[in-house]
């Protein structure tokens, strides 16, 4: 956590062009329908890639976004030094999988019960 409160301010910029980012993502799937379960996935994509942390070594205290981290460390240390960032990666889409998947049933369970 030291590295995140250290580098606040460049955290702070990043974050506000992560949102701008994020909403133009979003703005990308105009012609799905907005209740679509494919746009969901999608927005949760964009937001895994945005917004996932990863620390910028193996054993850091620092933390930089993933998509910056997974591939500049592939190409300056090798594909198998970069295989923790994307341990964080695919933990960040399971949760966002899972996150969905919940809101799916909750969505269900809310269809069965009107249906009654």
Do not use: H, K
């Amino acid at each position: 956590m030291e590295g995140i409160i250290q580098f606040l301010p460049f955290w702070a910029v990043y974050l506000v062009c992560a949102l701008v980012g994020y909403w133009c993502w979003n703005r990308i799937f105009f012609w799905l329908a907005a209740d679509s379960d494919v746009r969901r996935f999608l927005r949760m994509i964009g937001a895994v890639l945005l917004f996932t942390p990863a620390p910028i070594a193996q054993d850091s205290n620092y933390f930089a976004p993933v998509l910056v981290v997974l591939p500049f460390t592939a190409i300056s240390e090798g594909v198998n030094a970069a295989l923790y960032a994307l341990n964080w990666l695919l933990a960040a889409l399971c949760l966002g999988v899972l996150v969905l998947g919940m809101r799916q049933l909750l969505l269900w369970i809310r269809a069965r019960l009107q249906a009654e």
